[in-house]
């Protein structure tokens, strides 16, 4: 595992368009020291005018025949657009220089005596730097990753990776702050707000309640029901009620059936409800019927906020191969993954899915405690046989590249839906890959967990706050953790039992 680990920040010197009228940052893919200052400069480069490069023969001699590989992981090269190469602490301030908010920096570190006290710094970090970070596993690429596997020890791979999360906590804390910021603003955007699209076949109605709310401020998902020409899907949950309701007597839609994707508390509360106050009968899989009756008892930190669903009642409908619409039809596809009772609809003629839970963004590391990612991967292959042009997910947002849907930041994600299914295929086969190899190995899973969340990804320190954020407010039940379980389960048990000693006793 881990030969991937750097490929967020890694860069193809030959494909980068700009490749020469950027400074081109010849960097030690095995460091996390190295990474760690290749996360800030990503931070800083706005502009992109640096390009960063792991050491390999093949980067050296594409980018510049003088370069020598001894030299250049010894200390840090950068290649002017110019083809000047500045080394070490020149190198440093030469790219300080092209930031704003650290070109002081820079400007100074040229001059006596900052640049003696900077050049004598730098050696002395580059000196000992392999002391600091010793790392195996996800954190790294190293050269020869088998040899450095049987050697190295778990110290030296915790003490590089919390090496790695420190260098970079003041850029974790923006970034959750940041985070924060966007859901916030994002919430006000779309508070008992509707979406309607042009054709006037899918109308999006925002739910709030009391409660709920603290979902799309804390976590970022928000809560809809979803009417689709005459279908509503999704109906929120009880809590969800008094919202669902101001939003039908404003829109009096034509609802003539109820139907849910899965048995999730805040897609199922209220079917019964809406049968009741529109006629219209419910439809639902046969799995999701039998989870709904009875409903089992929600974890209490779930009941408070989403609030618990009552039970189905009769008489409901099972859901078979399509179900009518107004004007045509939706397939429905068996999509377990999120849920084992979980199914998506699909209009073949529109190019619409409403995917339900089944699609939650591209990457997404805090699961719930059902969810079984490899049967998502099969069910994300499945969909990815579909031609879809618009993509609606059960949480708020949609992603099209259609002209005809209006904008609305942060809920419509102008992307190929196709695209932003096929990098999260990308991303669960890479984290099946790092999981499986790293219990092949016998690693703790503590560490399997580490590996998945390598600092060199990008991903990784943004989402750190907020992830760990639902952990402690979920009491542990959405959470990292749970990503790495999720691959591991098998059918009928939760865990299999090396998993639980492992988790309890840490091995
Ligand atoms: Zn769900």
Known sequence: MGEQAVEDIAENPIEKPGANTAHRVLYDGQCEICQGCVSWLKALDRENKTICLPISVEVLSAVDSRLQMDECLRQLHVVTPTSEIHVGWDAVACLARLFPSTWLIGALGQRFPFRSAGRFFYGFVA??????????????????????????????????????????????????????????????????????LPNGKLTILFLNGMLPNTVPLLFGELFTAIIYDGIAIDPGSPKMRWSLARHLRQVKPKITKVVATHAHEEHVGNLNWLAEVTGAPVYVSEMTARFLTPFKRLPWVRATIIGQPPDLKQPYHLLGETIDTESGYLQVIETPGHCDDHIALYDPKEKVLLAGDAFMGSYFATPNPDVDSRKWLVSLERLMELDIEILVEGHGHIHTLRT????????????????????????????????????QEGLPVRVIEASCFPWGRRTSWESCATDECIRLLSLGHFSRTELVRSFVRTDGEQLPTVYEVRISGGE
């Open 404 to 439: 005809d849907i209006p904008d609305f930041p942060g809920v419509v994600i102008r992307e190929d839906p196709k695209v932003a299914i096929s990098q999260k295929l990308a991303y669960m086969r890479w984290l099946r890959e790092q999981i499986e190899a790293g219990f």
């Open 127 to 196: 000196k000992n730097r392999y002391s600091l970070s010793k790392c195996r596993g996800g954190a790294c690429r190293v050269a020869k990753p088998e040899a450095v596997r049987r050697k190295a020890k778990l110290g030296a791979f915790w003490s590089c990776y919390t090496l790695g999360f420190f260098i970079r906590v003041p850029l974790v804390l923006w970034a959750g702050i940041k985070a924060a910021g966007q859901r916030a603003n994002i919430f006000a955007r779309t508070y008992h707000k509707r979406l309607d």
